[in-house]
């Protein structure tokens, strides 16, 4: 049974940075995507960065791209996102989803244009003076 579960949020100045957890099970990590999503009050989920760790794809947002990175911990079971030069716009609850590599692409699950993904509950990222 797939899990996921997210830590690492709190509240940071603009500029600060962050490193967001996701503790996985269930699956090889080697034959998934997984990818950190956000969203915000009053709008829709987001893709911020998606990677496959069965082909070495990567998709990411470009209000992201150069500031986001994601990583891994193999004796921890655990992907990292790690968030540098926060702005406050980027203020959201933030999730991680896990979809099998074979069953999607990265720009699609970024894009949220596959519907069976694996969800985290979320972790508030808050980004204020």
């Known amino acids: 049974q797939v899990s996921l579960v997210e830590s690492g949020g709190g509240l940071v100045q603009p500029g600060a940075s962050l490193r967001l957890s996701c503790a996985f099970s269930?699956?090889?990590?080697?034959?998934?995507?997984i990818g950190w999503f956000r969203q915000a009050p009053g709008k829709a989920r987001e893709g911020v960065l998606c990677?496959?760790?069965?082909?070495?794809?990567?998709h990411s947002a470009d209000s992201v791209k150069g500031r986001f990175t994601l990583s891994r911990d193999n004796a921890k079971d655990t992907v990292y996102l790690q968030m540098n030069n926060l702005r406050p716009e980027e203020t959201a609850i933030y999730y991680c989803?896990?979809?099998?590599?074979?069953?999607?692409?990265?720009?699609?699950?970024?894009?949220?244009?596959?519907?069976?993904?694996?969800w985290g509950r979320g972790t508030q990222v808050t980004v204020s003076s």
């Open positions: 989803g896990a979809v099998a590599a074979r069953f999607t692409t990265v720009q699609d699950m970024c894009g949220l244009r596959y519907g069976y993904i694996y």
């Open positions: 269930g699956f090889n990590l080697d034959d998934y995507t």
């Open positions: 990677f496959s760790f069965a082909d070495g794809s990567l």
